[in-house]
């Protein structure tokens, strides 16, 4: 496939939703630049992937000056509006969603599309591509299930093996600590405004999709890194990592 985009990078550090759900908070009033302090309740990293990704799609100009954020103040056609944003930027990769097309195919196609992407990155980048597909309900191929980290994978392939245990019928050491770092933890953070906010979590990461460990990530480098007004803490909570 002939390379059109290889100078540029699609977004790929952060999720769709959170690209979406910026650009629906500032397009109804867009600011004369779009800075950090406009985006204060993401992370640092979030701020400048989100100012990044915002210029990828042309929504704002190289000095971050919106251009045309105006036009995704309708919700009544908000999801066409960004549905045109897609088939804009990803044209080749949006026609072959119409065709019965591989996940390796897509992968190749990205790579020829945006010849900086190589490994994760091209992998973030197409699921980052998927999700906004799904969100604006454009046409892809069934057989690009394996990029989209479908939910459900285990009841698919059968039950899963349990944890090794250990003579006795205990769980081994490993398969222990692992379930313990996976889940039951929580994070509080003191808001600048005042307040607080708490995240607890309960995951097993081992069997989470790649999409669920994204946004669960997500949230955790939110608060880890939000410049709360007052010290964060944290502690472990039933049964976490001692």
Same mark, same amino acid.
């Given at each position: ?18 690209? +979406? ?97 190589? =490994? ?15 969100? +604006? ?8 299930? +394996? ?10 392939? =059968? ?8 003579? =006795? ?19 509080? +953070?003191?808001?600048?405004?005042g307040g607080t906010v708490t995240m607890t979590y309960d995951v097993n990461m081992f069997e989470a999709t790649a999409e669920d460990q994204e946004f669960v990530m997500g949230l955790i480098n939110e608060l880890r890194d939000y410049p709360a007004g007052g010290p964060a ?6 049964? =976490?990592?001692?």
């Amino acid at each position: 496939m002939e390379s059109r985009y290889s100078e540029s990078s699609p977004p790929y550090n952060i999720p769709w939703t959170t690209f +979406v759900t910026t650009v629906e908070r500032i397009a109804a009033n867009p600011p004369s630049r779009v800075d950090r302090s406009h985006l204060g309740s993401q992370s640092g990293n979030v701020q400048t992937y989100t100012i990044a990704a915002l210029k990828a799609f042309g929504l704002i100009d190289e000095d971050a000056r919106p251009t045309r954020l105006n036009e995704f103040s309708d919700p009544g056609t908000r999801k066409r509006k960004m549905g045109d944003l897609l088939k804009e930027r990803y044209p080749t990769l949006v026609e072959l969603g119409t065709s019965n097309t591989t996940s390796g195919e897509l992968s190749e196609a990205f790579g020829a599309a945006f010849l900086r992407l190589n =490994g994760e990155s091209r992998t973030k980048a197409i699921r980052f591509f998927l999700s906004g597909m799904a969100y +604006v309900e454009l046409p892809t191929s069934s057989l690009w299930s +394996v990029a989209k980290a479908p939910r459900g994978a285990s009841s698919r392939t =059968g039950a899963r093996k349990p944890p090794a245990r250990k003579a =006795g019928g205990g769980q081994s050491d490993a398969a222990s600590a692992a379930n313990r770092s996976a889940s039951g933890h929580t994070r509080t +953070v003191t808001l600048r405004s005042g307040g607080t906010v708490t995240m607890t979590y309960d995951v097993n990461m081992f069997e989470a999709t790649a999409e669920d460990q994204e946004f669960v990530m997500g949230l955790i480098n939110e608060l880890r890194d939000y410049p709360a007004g007052g010290p964060a803490t944290s502690a472990a909570v039933e049964g =976490g990592a001692s």
